[in-house]
C-alpha cells in the first residue's frame, strides 16, 4: 500500500513524534537524553527551524516546531540521523531505531498550539514521572522561565504572559487526543514485557518487582503501562492485583 502523503501545514508549524521500533525503550540514561537535546541544537543551528516544545520520554520524543529554510521531512531526518548514528555506535547495534517515520500533525490556529504545547509538556505527567511539568528535566517547560538557545519562546508568548503560561500549566490537563494517542497500539508479548520491565524498573527479575516500596511500585506501574504493557501482563509478571495495576 502507498504511503499516504504527509499533510502539510499552512503555517508551517507541526507536532512532531517519533516512536521507538516496536515501541522499544530508547533513552536509559542521562547521556541518552543529553545527547538527544544536543542534536536538536545543532540541527536548529543548519536548519533554522523554531522550537516551541519539545519533550522526551523513555521510548518516545514529541517536537512542537516551525520550518521556515527546510520543510520539517528534512529536519526530521537530519535529527534522527545524526542521533542514530551516534546511538548505534554507543549501544554496539545496528538497524533501525524509529518505528517506521516520525508522525507529523499540522497547528493550524493559536488555540490548537497551545493545546499541544501543553499536551507535550504533560506527557510525564500522564505517564507517572513527574508531578508537576517543572519537575522533568528532559522537557521545555522550564526553558521559558530561564534562558537558552533551543526555545523560541516569543511567539507562544505573543499568546499568553508568562503568568498566565505558568497558571495554564497548572490547570488539570483537558487536551484534547493528539497523534500518539490515535496510534494503533503494537501487542508486546510476555517476554517482550518481561524484558521491558527489568529495563524501565531496574529489577534484575520482574519477581524482585514486589521488594520494592509500595509508591515506587505505583510509579513504575504507571510508566509500564505507558510503555505498552497490558494489564494482564502487569498482573501475572509482577503479582499484583488488577485493582493495583489499573489504579496506578
Not at 512532531?16 to 541544537?41: P, T, W
Request: proline fraction near 2%; charged fraction near 30%.
Amino acid at each position: 500500500m502507498a504511503r499516504q502523503a504527509r499533510k502539510k501545514s499552512q503555517t508551517g508549524i507541526y507536532h512532531l513524534m517519533m516512536r521507538g521500533n516496536n515501541k522499544d525503550q530508547i533513552f536509559f540514561d542521562e547521556q541518552d537524553y543529553k545527547k538527544f537535546i544536543s542534536i536538536l541544537i545543532q540541527c536548529k543551528k543548519i536548519s533554522h527551524f523554531e522550537m516551541y516544545a519539545y519533550c522526551i520520554m523513555p521510548n518516545h520524543v514529541h517536537l512542537l516546531l516551525k520550518e521556515t529554510d527546510e520543510d520539517i521531512s528534512t529536519i526530521m531526518k537530519r535529527i534522527e540521523c545524526r542521533f542514530v548514528y551516534w546511538y548505534n555506535a554507543k549501544y554496539h547495534r545496528i538497524g533501525h531505531l524509529f518505528q517506521d517515520r516520525f508522525r507529523s500533525e499540522p497547528i493550524e490556529t493559536d488555540e490548537y498550539f497551545l493545546c499541544a504545547l501543553k499536551y507535550i509538556h504533560y506527557n510525564p505527567i500522564k505517564a507517572g514521572l513527574a508531578k508537576n511539568c517543572s519537575d522533568y528535566e528532559y522537557e521545555s517547560y522550564h526553558w521559558y522561565f530561564e534562558n537558552g538557545i533551543l526555545i523560541d519562546k516569543d511567539f507562544p508568548l505573543s499568546l499568553m504572559s508568562i503568568h498566565e503560561f505558568k497558571k495554564f500549566h497548572l490547570q488539570e490537563d483537558d487536551t484534547p487526543s493528539f497523534i500518539d494517542v490515535v496510534e494503533s497500539r503494537h501487542h508486546i508479548t510476555d517476554e517482550e514485557a518481561a524484558t521491558l520491565i527489568c529495563e524501565i524498573t531496574k529489577c534484575q527479575t520482574p519477581e524482585s518487582f514486589g521488594a520494592l516500596d509500595q509508591s515506587v511500585q505505583k510509579q513504575y506501574l504507571k510508566q509500564l503501562k505507558e510503555a505498552g504493557i497490558s494489564i494482564r501482563q502487569l498482573t501475572k509478571l509482577l503479582n499484583v492485583t488488577k485493582r493495583r495495576a489499573e489504579k496506578a
